[in-house]
């Protein structure tokens, strides 16, 4: 394993297609790879996509978001942890208004607090893994 303790994989088929896992801990750091709104098997709120395969609609931003907090805080619990544990957290958007709007609301309801405890760094993308996603994030964790 490279010198890490212990790797955790959604079973996903683009782990396998682009050759990575999802966390890795190594001492007392977990490292989770950009976690997408996903339900393990299908896109979770996917954007709408005009011919040319460009978003037409940013709105679903916020539902995807909440995927994302629940698939980071389930990958978290796997090791013993939660996002209590998260010191870090990288977000790429498609559209930086709408994280901006509905962004603050869920990282609170995510985290269970008014004052998340965590470094936060926003990122505007053109574009994400999959055309349908308008959130990614990544996570680290210390226990």
Request: aromatic share 6%; net charge negative; no cysteine.
């Amino acid at each position: 394993m490279s010198g890490a303790e212990r790797v955790e994989s959604w079973g996903v088929p683009w782990e396998e297609g682009h050759g990575y896992v999802q966390a890795v801990r190594r001492g007392d750091t977990i490292y989770l790879s950009g976690q997408v709104s996903h339900d393990g098997e299908t896109l979770v709120a996917p954007a709408p996509l005009d011919d040319s395969g460009r978003v037409t609609d940013t709105a679903n931003t916020g539902e995807q978001l909440r995927q994302v907090y629940a698939n980071a805080a389930e990958l978290l619990g796997r090791f013993g942890a939660s996002l209590d544990d998260v010191v870090e957290e990288v977000i790429y958007a498609v559209d930086l208004d709408q994280i901006h709007a509905s962004g603050g609301p869920v990282r609170k309801a995510a985290y269970g607090r008014p004052d998340p405890r965590v470094a936060s760094t926003v990122i505007g993308a053109s574009r994400l893994a999959f055309p349908e996603l308008l959130v990614e994030v990544r996570f680290v964790a210390r226990v």
